[in-house]
Every structure is written in structure tokens, then in C-alpha cells.
């Protein structure tokens, strides 16, 4: 059965408008009002309204990133920042909520993992490229020291947008200036540390209060100086016309109507300033933002129509969902639907109560039209009730539109594909792009103002750099045959044709459940598969066949019952669709209530097209990889070089019926001689929200350390361990906590068993969701190719890796950081065994975007979090039965 890919669901994040003011002209393309909906407290079917968004305090929070020079990120739904890794805090432009930690927060440390008199960390090992990249060197910026304010207004503001025009109206005294929301980055010092000034709003003649509390200077050349950089390029984006979509600029007047599937596509940019090996350099990537032509209000529209228990269809419809509020552009995440309340419902504000209707027309001028239709109700963040927020946010269904897709939407091709052609750009139009992208921003009068103000120069040309193409690996079939170059592709499957698998388990007892419906299809797939694998040297029996009347999970789960008690090596299971609970009552049974390994087969996979059963053999061959690899096999190998190895990959998924767990899962390949079979272990651990992670780490290594010694005798000679799932806010954590306690944990164990030396320890985080991009002569560079200059940090030993081939779009490489070692390698072996590590994920003949250890991890910590919702039987911990 093919994987089901997660949803992605796109978090709603917070903004801060950045207004600059200089010569006094009104900045566009500025953040809206914060308020969206209305905050509500209490919980249950009858909340009690809290006061609305305008009346309540402001809520915009600064969070900065732990990485060397904040960077700010537009247009992409997950923070990805510049360097590639995906930033789990915002930056100064995509600010969150004003709390009362505002102002006390310092930008985190640096993790300098990397020693000023290191080695250089550049390999030489492979063919040299000249590559350029999604990067503009910033030429020119401002060096001279800017002042720092604290701002705090009374009564607070709810609106970013009144707050930039409180603060604008002071101008004259405040010269050249930045203002954040939060803070104030001014040229000129004011007269005093202190100062109190009163600006009144033009429409409602509320008057307010705005203290200004001095700082410090920044110097542009530490972290705060590439954060206002960020500021200044944020203010120059204002200039093209784009829209704020919760906290990422998009381009709404270029929208892609897509009207055959009701959804279009908004192109945005993620751009962000940071310093890098030896210049300061902007990164910019193109990115889409899927908006649906639909609001909640169809969605309830049409569960009413098919369905008599539409409120449990509607819930099920909309929970979990992200949705965007036109009238002030944020996005919140529906936790929870109240039948029991509707905008006729009355709230308490400092004027009186008053009802959603009345409230959405007067702040908004927004007629709701049914005032019968339930109110959306969407949780506040952490942030946002440490600030004083209220618990609960309601929301009007007809103002609310659907972001994003549904499951049942990704498994359309055609709507997958007609989408593909927009956002998967090739490498010369992805490159035509960005240059227009940086035209426009030079060019239009507004923005080329603000960098004439801010004396910031860009480069019009990508940056180039230079690359190297490793060699291509060989792949070996037999332990004493020779290998087959992976080829240019990195795609070996032509070779399973002839030749066998590396080592293989017969397969003598298993069996075959079919509904009576797919009967001729699944004997037709039978005959294919055992071609395929006397082919491979792979010796399988014919299995026995058990027919079912229905395809019902409660039918399957019977027969299971009744098959698992026979013994068998493993269990394949033919269903009609793929739908999650039968898929999840299978791999319960089998994964959790027994230890058996299981193939689910759907029955179009197996229908041959046509009706030509020989179209089935590319299947087949696939399907019989998969089952020797279950049952303990290993269908090929790369030469690694290193005896006594064991490779760690970790990663983590959430559940999806309870967003409050999650579940890490480890797989460990041991590697103990170069032409022996290599063998695995994995396991999963459940950990609540907040728990530390770093409790289970340590445990789990040791269990895989336990399994290696009790299959060969003595403990691994050397460790790498790739972390996958670490956000570029999280490296200081996962360094303190997961890889001290890790080493500290392996000490202990090799000095129980007479080893007193460091352990032979090298700790990778791997970051896949990167906006880096390289391009070789306006194409793809090809799988192979390593960068290690120009675009990494200083402050890191880091290189990105080109580790596969696509056949449509820009290819993405993976970031390798490695930010403990003491393994005594060099940067060109390390470089080689992340690459081998990507040649050895049996799901695909073919390379990987991170190492298969990673891969292997992602894939059960998925099976855990998407179906079996527990930790699977440790019977099965030596098989790779997730796949």
C-alpha cells in the first residue's frame, strides 16, 4: 500500500507591520488590524463572550531566532529561514503577539558549533562545478549605529496598523525610523532615555499614551544589525503591492485561478538577510500559498444538504483546519464548532454588549447574511494567553475562508497535476523569476527609496559559488559479484532485472486475504510476484488464500484473528480503496495485538492495465523488495569503508487523533563489516506535549547500543547519529539537552564494557524544508553534487547535498549540520557516508533526500502517528516492517 501522506496543516502565525518613515510617505503592503475574530473565555457549548478584538490589549510579540543573525521569512507557510532551516520562532518582521515578556527578551546565543580554529571545512574529494544560487549579495548596507526603543502605548492598541499611525504622527521628532510593533530603531537619539508623547485616533478621538524607553544601540554588525536589515527589506517589499496572508507577503493580483477544482494559487516570496561565510547575503525563494475558493459557510451549506447529522459532518469537515479572515488577512486553526451560539449572540465590550452582527458592521462594514449559522471557535496560542489574550477566538463561518488541501484532494492526480505546472517551476524560469523579482524591487520608486534612505545596495546578479560532484556510487547485488554504478539519474531499477537481491529470507508460510470480489485480480498479481521474485533469487510459495464476502475492517480483523494463530511469516491483505480505518485496524492487529509483518495491497494497483498482466511486473518487483526486506532480507548494499559502524536516524511525528501526543521513532542500521548483511533495530516512544524528548534519546540508543552487542558480540566502534524534525529555533536546545545527555549516556555504557576513551560520535541535523536553491548552467545540478562555501554559516561546520534527481520542477538539497563530533573524520568522509546513506532506502530504488536511517525513522514514526496511535509489539523491532 502506498504511503498516505500526512496533511499538511499550515500554522497560523502573527505579523508585525514595518513602517518606515523618512521623507513621510505612507508605507503599502503593511500589516492589518491584529484582531481578526473575537476573543472569547470559558469553555463548553455556551461560552461567555469576551470582549471584542478592538477592545481588548494588543497582542503583537517579538520572538527572535537562535541562529546567527535573525532572519525574517515572507511568503512560505512554515518559516523556513534563509539558511534552509525551518524556523520554529519567528523573525522581527514576522512578529506574533505583544505580551508582557515583550521587551525583555534578549536574542538567543549563538550555537557556534564550530571552533575559530577549526580545520577548513571545505572537502576536495570530487569533480568541481561553478554553480550560482537563490542568493543576492547585499553590496552596501548601513554601518552606522542605530538607537533602540522599548514602546509601550496606553490604553494598549489591538490594531499593528493604528499603532504605525500613533507613532507616525511623532515623525519630526523622531527623524529616520523603524518601528516594529515593538520596538523602534531610530538614527537620531531622542533628548532623554525617556519620553512620554500623546497621539489621538483620528476617527474614534480616543486618546493615547506612548512611552518610549531607551535601550541600547545596535551595532549593525551583531544579530540585532541583520534583524533590522530584515526590517529595511521588509519595508522595500511594501513598495511591490503585496498582500499579508497571516504573516507571509503574497502577490494577489498575479493569482492562478485554478476553476476546474475550485482553489488558486497566490505567488509569494520567502526572503531573509543573513550573514554567511564571508558576505551578508538576502535569500529568495518563490512560493505558493493554496487558497480555496470556499468558505466554511459552503462547507456547512453542503453538509446540510447530504447529510442528516450535518453538525458531526460539518465538525469533521472543518476541524483542524487553517482559515484565512479577508477583512483582516490572519489565519487561525478551528478547534472546536458551538451550534449553541450564532452572530446573534451578544458579547460584553467597554461599550456595552453587543452582537457579532452589530459588531462585524460597524468595525468592518461587513453585512453577515445568515445570523442562524454557528460560530467557529479557534484556541489561542501559547503566547497570546501569557500576553492576557482569552482563550477562545469566535469566528463567523461566511467570513472564513478554507486554506490549504484536504486528503481527499492530494490523492487527486489530475488536481495535484494541474497545480504542478504552476508551482513547480524548472530551474530558467524558476532563475527568470527571481531576477524579475529583484528588478522590481530596485526599480519601483517606493522601494528604491527606502534602500537610497537606508544607503542599502543589492546585487542584481545570483550569487555564485563553487560545488563538487561526488562520485557515483556503486551498487552491489551479491556480496561477491561486483557492483553497477547507480548512474547519472541515481535510479538503478533497470539492474533488478538481472541480477538478485543482496540476501534473502524464504518465504514458505504466509498467507493471502482477498475479498471474493478481487479474486481474479489478486491471483493474476500472485503470479507476477513470484515471477518477479524467482527473478530476484528470492524464494517465495505459494501462499494460502482466504477469501472474505465484504471488505468491511470488522471482516478483516475476524479473519485476522483466526490467521495469526497459524504462525505465519507474514500476511497480505488485498483492499478495495484506501481508506484509514480499515488500513489502521490491519496494522493494529498485526503491529500491535501480534508481531506480524503485513503487505495491503488496493486492488487498482493490482489490476493490470489494459487487462495485460505483464504491466504488472514493475509492481510486482517493487512489492517483492518490500516483502524480503520485511521479512529480514536486504536487496543491495553500497561499499561503506567503516567496520563496526551503526548509523542512527531519529524523527518525530504527531498523533492525529491527539494533538497533545507524539511519538519519536529511532532506526539504527548496524553495519558491523563491510561485505557482511547488514542488520536494523528501531523502536518509538510516546511523549506527551512539553515532555522532554531528550528523556527517551538516551534510553533508545542504548537499546540499539544492547542489540548490536548481543548480535556481534562487542559495541559499535563509531556512532553517527542523524537528527531529522529540528527547527532552526530548537538547535540550541537539541544540543544542550538530547546530544549531552546522549554522550554523556554512551560514556557511561562503553565504560562499563572497559572502553575509557571518547566514544567515536558524530551528530547530524539534517533539514530538508530549506529555501536554498542551486542551479547548474540554468539546470538541476545533478544528484552528488555538495556545496560547503559562499552560502553555509561560519559558524557551523554545514554543507548542503544534492542527493537526487526530479523529473519536474527545481530540485531541493538537503542541509547537513553537524554540531557534535568527535569521530576524527574528515569533511569529505563525512560528506561520502551521508551521500552512501541516501543509496540504502529499500522502498525505492533509487536515492533519498536524507539519509535511509532518516527516512526509515519519518516512515514509522508516521505508521505510529497516523494509524496505530501506539507503540507497535518490540517483537518486531529487528524487521522493517513500516515499510
Not at 500613533?166 to 537619539?189: C, P, R
Not at 476617527?203 to 541600547?216: L, N, P
Not at 528588478?439 to 534602500?451: G, I, K, M, Y
Request: hydrophobic content about 35%; some cysteine.
Amino acid at each position: 500500500m502506498s504511503d498516505r501522506q500526512a496533511q499538511g496543516r499550515a500554522r497560523a502565525r502573527g505579523y508585525t507591520a514595518v513602517n518606515l518613515s523618512h521623507e513621510g510617505h505612507e508605507g503599502r503592503g503593511q500589516a492589518p488590524v491584529r484582531g481578526s475574530g473575537v476573543p472569547v473565555s470559558g469553555q463548553g457549548p455556551r461560552p461567555s463572550w469576551g470582549p471584542g478584538a478592538g477592545e481588548g490589549r494588543a497582542m503583537v510579540h517579538r520572538e527572535h531566532s537562535a541562529g546567527r543573525g535573525a532572519s525574517s521569512s515572507t511568503g512560505n507557510g512554515n518559516g523556513d529561514n534563509g539558511n534552509g532551516s525551518s524556523a520554529q520562532s519567528s523573525s522581527a518582521a514576522g512578529a506574533g503577539s505583544r505580551g508582557a515578556m515583550r521587551g525583555r527578551r534578549t536574542i538567543g546565543d549563538t550555537l557556534r558549533t564550530r571552533a575559530l580554529d577549526a580545520p577548513s571545512k571545505q572537502g576536495t574529494m570530487g569533480q568541481p562545478l561553478q554553480l550560482t544560487s537563490n542568493y543576492f549579495k547585499l553590496l552596501r548596507h548601513i554601518e552606522w549605529t542605530l538607537h533602540q526603543y522599548r514602546v509601550d502605548f496606553a490604553p494598549q492598541c489591538a490594531s499593528a496598523r493604528l499603532m504605525q499611525g500613533l507613532i507616525k504622527e511623532h515623525k519630526k521628532t523622531f527623524g529616520g525610523f523603524l518601528f516594529d510593533g515593538t520596538q523602534l530603531f531610530m538614527v537620531n537619539k531622542l533628548r532623554s532615555e525617556q519620553l512620554t508623547l500623546t497621539s489621538k485616533h483620528e476617527r474614534t478621538g480616543d486618546v493615547y499614551q506612548i512611552k518610549i524607553v531607551h535601550t541600547g544601540t545596535v551595532d549593525m554588525t551583531n544579530e540585532t544589525g541583520i534583524q533590522v536589515l530584515n526590517l529595511i527589506l521588509r519595508r522595500a517589499m511594501g513598495g511591490l503591492n503585496l498582500q499579508l496572508v497571516g504573516r507571509n507577503l503574497f502577490d494577489a493580483a498575479a493569482k492562478i485561478a485554478i476553476r476546474e477544482y475550485q482553489i488558486e494559487l497566490w505567488p509569494g516570496y520567502v526572503t531573509s538577510i543573513r550573514q554567511h561565510e564571508q558576505d551578508i547575503l538576502v535569500c529568495c525563494e518563490i512560493a505558493h500559498k493554496t487558497m480555496r475558493m470556499q468558505t466554511c459557510y459552503d462547507i456547512l451549506r453542503e453538509c446540510q444538504r447530504h447529510d442528516r447529522n450535518y453538525m458531526d459532518s460539518f465538525k469533521r469537515a472543518v476541524l483542524g483546519v487553517v482559515v484565512l479572515t479577508d477583512y483582516n488577512n490572519k489565519t487561525y486553526t478551528i478547534n472546536d464548532v458551538s451550534f449553541d451560539t450564532n452572530p446573534q449572540s451578544t458579547f460584553e465590550t467597554k461599550n456595552g454588549k453587543t452582537s457579532f452582527v452589530e459588531y462585524y458592521q460597524q468595525r468592518y462594514n461587513i453585512r453577515i447574511r445568515d445570523a442562524q449559522q454557528p460560530m467557529l471557535l479557534s484556541r489561542a496560542k501559547k503566547r497570546d494567553l501569557r500576553a492576557g489574550g482569552c482563550e477562545l477566538m469566535a469566528l463567523v463561518p461566511e467570513l472564513c475562508r478554507v486554506t490549504g488541501l484536504t486528503d481527499q484532494m492530494r490523492s487527486d492526480f489530475r488536481m495535484m497535476k494541474a497545480m504542478s505546472d504552476h508551482t513547480r517551476l524548472n530551474p530558467d524560469r524558476r532563475i527568470e523569476r527571481l531576477n524579475t523579482f529583484n528588478n522590481r524591487l530596485q526599480t519601483c520608486p517606493e522601494s528604491a527609496d527606502v534602500f537610497k534612505i537606508w544607503q542599502m545596495e543589492l546585487d542584481r546578479r545570483l550569487v555564485e559559488l563553487p560545488g563538487r560532484m561526488l562520485p557515483q556510487e556503486l551498487i552491489f547485488f551479491s556480496p561477491s559479484a561486483g557492483g553497477f554504478p547507480s548512474g547519472e539519474q541515481a535510479d538503478w531499477s533497470i539492474h533488478f532485472r538481472n541480477n538478485p537481491m543482496f540476501s534473502t529470507v524464504r518465504l514458505n508460510r504466509w498467507y493471502l486475504i482477498v475479498p471474493n470480489r478481487a479474486n481474479r485480480e489478486a491471483s493474476d498479481f500472485l503470479g507476477c510476484l513470484i515471477q518477479a521474485a524467482r527473478g530476484m533469487r528470492f524464494e517465495i510459495d505459494q501462499p494460502e488464500m482466504v477469501a472474505i464476502p465484504d471488505d468491511n475492517p470488522a471482516t478483516y480483523v475476524r479473519t485476522l484473528d483466526n490467521v495469526v494463530n497459524r504462525d505465519p511469516q507474514m500476511i497480505m491483505c488485498v483492499v478495495s480503496n484506501n481508506k484509514a480505518d480499515r488500513y489502521t485496524a490491519i496494522k493494529k492487529k498485526c503491529c500491535v495485538d501480534r508481531a506480524i509483518p503485513t503487505q495491503v495491497m488496493v486492488q487498482r494497483t493490482i489490476t493490470p492495465k489494459g487487462g495485460n498482466v505483464r504491466t504488472l511486473m514493475s509492481v510486482a518487483t517493487k512489492v517483492v523488495i518490500q516483502m524480503n526486506c520485511k521479512l529480514g532480507g536486504v536487496p543491495w548494499k553500497v561499499k561503506i569503508p567503516l567496520s563496526g559502524l551503526m548509523t542512527v536516524g531519529f524523527d518525530v511525528c504527531h498523533d492525529t487523533k491527539d494533538k497533545s501526543k507524539s511519538f519519536g521513532a529511532m532506526v539504527a542500521a548496524f553495519d558491523y563489516e563491510n561485505k557482511g548483511v547488514p542488520k536494523y533495530f528501531s523502536t518509538v516512544s510516546q511523549h506527551t506535549h512539553g515532555e522532554e524528548i531528550s528523556n527517551y534519546l538516551p534510553l533508545n540508543t542504548v537499546k540499539a547500543l544492547d542489540e548490536y552487542r548481543k548480535e556481534y558480540g562487542e559495541l559499535p566502534k563509531r556512532i553517527i547519529f542523524y537528527r531529522d524534525g529540528v527547527g532552526e529555533g530548537q538547535l540550541h536546545y537539541v544540543y544542550e539537552h538530547e546530544v549531552k545527555s546522549i554522550v554523556e549516556k554512551l560514556g557511561e555504557v562503553y565504560k562499563k564494557f572497559g572502553n575509557d576513551q571518547d566514544v567515536l560520535f558524530t551528530y547530524f541535523i539534517v533539514s530538508k524544508r530549506i529555501n536554498t536553491r542551486f542551479f547548474e548552467r540554468r539546470n538541476n545540478p545533478k544528484p552528488g553534487t555538495v556545496v560547503d562555501d559562499i552560502v553555509t554559516l561560519p559558524e557551523r561546520t554545514d554543507f548542503y547535498l544534492v542527493s537526487q534527481s526530479v523529473r519536474q520542477g527545481t530540485v531541493s538539497p538537503t542541509a547537513y549540520n553537524v554540531i557534535y563530533d568527535t569521530s576524527n573524520l574528515k569533511i569529505d568522509h563525512l560528506q561520502m557516508l551521508s551521500y552512501k546513506q541516501c543509496h540504502l532506502y529499500y522502498n525505492w530504488s533509487g536515492t533519498t533526500r536524507v539519509p535511509a536511517v532518516c527516512q526509515y525513522a519519518h516512515k514509522l514514526a508516521f505508521l505510529v502517528g497516523q494509524f496505530l496511535h501506539q507503540s507497535p509489539s518490540n517483537l518486531l523491532e529487528k524487521k522493517l516492517y513500516f515499510l
